[in-house]
């Protein structure tokens, strides 16, 4: 699916968002549609070449400064201090934080190593904690805010095989409602976004069924944008608190019992 099949215009027209993990994959998706869809982005990775050129590849293609790249480690508080002062100073405010960047590692509690299990909830975990940290002072100036943090089904059910990643991700479903009540009064909302499986380079190399998905495939990443869209927009203003599923129906039962 192309991005231009999405009636997106001027659904975000005037936010600032800053998305990490923007690169590639997801993140880059979520960049495009924001883009085309009124934002002005930051994007934040730890890959520059390829954020820069998605940066140029939007300005370019939108004939406006709709982007722009940031060295981003999620795991440094100061990286994200720098990343929220870009927002502000190139783009005036920040409206919207996607805390996308994650990454995957497998292992039940026996096989997952303890640098793996450190690896991921620093980057998954923490990284989402510390942009929260530092955004929220931004997001409370802006007129309606919104906080995307990105977790998946493996925060929302028992995933096996996954014991890392499934902390991190049920942590963050976690941070997410506790960080809904607390920022609520500040006109700051704050939703998590479970996705299934979704064909992006973290993917690529799995060997996946998709017998337990009811749509019988995995997503594109274009079809998961569409709700950060949605989440993004004042359309959604009063959406918080919230842990959404967007995994073709995978989480909705036992998609492979057979019982007649
Ligand atoms: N692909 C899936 O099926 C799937 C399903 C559910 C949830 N998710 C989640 O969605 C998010 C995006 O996944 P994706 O599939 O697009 O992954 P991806 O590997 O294609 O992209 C992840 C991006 O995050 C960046 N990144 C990694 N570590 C970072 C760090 N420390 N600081 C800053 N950036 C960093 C990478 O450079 C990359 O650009 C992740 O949080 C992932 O856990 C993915």
Known sequence: MNTTEFNTSGRVAGKVVLISGAAQGMGASHARVLAAAGARA???????????????ELNNSLGRTAAHFVKLDVTSFEDWTAAVGAAVDIFGKLDVLVNNAGIYTPGNVEEASIEDWNRTIDIDLTGTFLGMKAAVPALRRAQSSSIINVSSIAGLTGFKNRAAYAAAKWGVQGLTKTSAMDLGPDGIRVNSIHPGSVETPLTAGLKRGFGQVPAGRAAQAEEISSLVLYLASDESRFVSGAAIAIDGGETAGNNLRQDS
Request: charged letters at 20%; aromatic letters at 0%; zero cysteines.
């Open 42 to 56: 930051v994007i934040g990775d730890l890959q520059q070449e390829a954020g820069t050129a998605l940066a140029r």
